[in-house]
């Protein structure tokens, strides 16, 4: 499975990005996709992560400002980001995995991060 997300860049405080992460290879094994970030000198955080099914979980800190969508038919998924704060500034992660486990505990396929820098 190769994952390839895009999208990142500067936003200013308030302000909306939406970054996309698009898989091919044997997708048939993905269950759950998900966006991790990784800011300097922190650990890597799941954001949020979603089931073939649609059900979502958000980390506390984004929840009710980022939106995690998936379009099956496309083997994408999306992020959505409102309300930018500067500390969401990270380098933001695709994983995905066959299990909901797999995604939680990092196990699942990664792809190369984009940059998100919140500033003004």
């Known amino acids: 499975v190769q994952l390839q997300a895009s999208g990142g860049g500067l936003v200013q405080p308030g302000g909306s990005l939406r970054l996309s992460c698009a898989s091919s290879g044997s997708i048939f094994s993905i269950n759950v996709m998900g966006w991790y970030r990784q800011a300097p000198g922190k650990q890597r955080e799941l954001v949020a992560r979603?089931?073939?099914?649609?059900?979502?979980v958000y980390a506390a800190s984004v929840k009710g400002r980022f939106t995690i969508s998936r379009d099956n038919a496309k083997n994408m998924v999306y992020l959505e980001m409102n309300s930018a704060k500067p500390e969401d500034t990270a380098v933001y992660y695709c994983?995905?995995?066959?299990?909901?486990?797999?995604?939680?505990?990092?196990?699942?396929?990664w792809g190369k991060g984009t940059q998100v820098t919140v500033s003004s």
């Open positions: 994983n995905a995995g066959g299990s909901v486990l797999a995604v939680d505990t990092r196990q699942g396929y």
């Open positions: 979603i089931t073939s099914g649609g059900s979502t």
